[in-house]
């Protein structure tokens, strides 16, 4: 999609927080933290490859579906809604987001807190990157045709770039906020999937750059 300058620096900084800024936080402050308070702590939970890897993409997973619901509530809202600014999804929007966003984001803690935590964080981890993988290939335009029978397999299993457009759609935004499994949408009555796409996306907001990034006004989008 065509970028104005405004664009292109709200995504190339997101970009940097969340592939730089966060991980960096959850080995000097989650984990560095828990080492220093607890340390005896450290390594003790036995869950094996398996049992890392179904936490975070099942348990975890459903504790973001409602982290995602709360961003879109109250006060919460001016730091997601940044989020919902694009016209238009590719990957670059994935982490499109004001600098401190993150910092509600369950991710950075919860993962910092397994990586102390568990025994053997192999299939925690596997997780977390393949969540990151899918967050990547939600926000972009490659998705199965919906009417297929694998755009059915999937969208019955995950949130697709169909879904998730919808949950950026400027006429229902507030559908589809799960992020790896469908299944929490359909369960909580949030899941919405008409076989067309959203005839328009993204919020408008007339904040600066800077307000956009650091501290976006209150109020709706």
Do not use: K
Not at 34 to 39: M, Q, S, Y
Not at 70 to 95: K, M, N, S
Not at 118 to 137: H, I, N
């Amino acid at each position: 999609m065509h970028r104005t300058r405004r664009e292109w620096i709200l995504d190339l900084s997101g970009l940097l927080v969340q592939g730089v800024g966060v991980p960096v936080l959850q080995f000097t402050v989650v984990v560095a933290a828990l080492v220093a308070l607890t340390p005896g702590w450290r390594g003790g939970v036995p869950l094996g490859v398996i049992g890392g890897l179904l936490v975070n993409f099942v348990l975890v997973d459903y504790a973001y579906y409602w982290n995602h619901r709360l961003l879109h509530a109250g006060w919460l809202w001016r730091w997601h809604a940044v989020h919902h600014t694009a016209p238009a999804l590719d990957v670059l929007v994935t982490a499109r987001n004001t600098v401190w966003t993150p910092a509600l984001i369950l991710y950075l803690w919860v993962n910092g807190l397994a990586l102390f935590l568990l025994e053997d964080p192999r299939g925690f981890v596997f997780a977390a990157g393949l969540t990151c993988l899918l967050d990547v290939w939600r926000h972009s335009p490659w998705a199965p045709p919906r009417g297929s029978r694998r755009g059915r397999v999937l969208g019955w299993i995950l949130i697709t770039p169909h879904e998730h457009g919808w949950h950026h759609s400027t006429a229902r935004p507030g559908c589809n906020f799960g992020a790896n499994l469908s299944w929490w949408d359909r369960l909580h009555g949030t899941y919405w999937c008409p076989p067309s796409p959203p005839q328009s996306l993204g919020i408008p907001r007339r904040d600066s750059t800077a307000r956009m990034l650091l501290w976006p006004r209150t109020g709706s989008a």
